[in-house]
Nanobody, 125 residues
């Protein structure tokens, strides 16, 4: 099983930017499709962005399209989430997740096998 550790969260003003990183160990990251999810207080965990094993395919929730970019560096075993034009509604704990599925038809929580501990992102208005 792959171990995932997120970093890069923090407090930022609305309109600002943050870049989250997810470092993987224990397995070769290129064997996994990767995703970012988030969970705000009192809400369910929701999909934010996903990326295929090769990095060619990327997928986004409508709420972040045009503002967030997911990328991966398989040589460094790291996945990134660049977040621009942040809004107060982006405030949440952000989780990195890995999936062994060869094909993901629905980028939902159930498609992912391994999870990081999360990193807090707080956007002040």
């Amino acid at each position: 099983q792959v171990q995932l550790v997120e970093s890069g969260g923090g407090l930022v003003q609305a309109g600002g930017s943050l870049r989250l990183s997810c470092a993987a160990s224990g397995r070769i990251l290129s064997s996994y499709a990767m995703g970012w999810f988030r969970q705000a207080p009192g809400k369910e965990r929701e999909f934010v962005a996903g990326i295929s094993r090769s990095g060619v395919g990327t997928y986004y929730a409508d709420s972040v399209k045009g503002r967030f970019t997911i990328s991966r560096d398989n040589a460094k075993n790291t996945v990134y989430l660049q977040m621009n034009s942040l809004k107060s509604e982006d405030t949440a704990v952000y989780y990195c997740a890995a999936s062994r599925k060869l094909y993901i038809s629905s980028w939902s929580v159930s498609a992912f096998d391994s999870w990081g501990q999360g990193t807090q992102v707080t956007v002040s208005s």
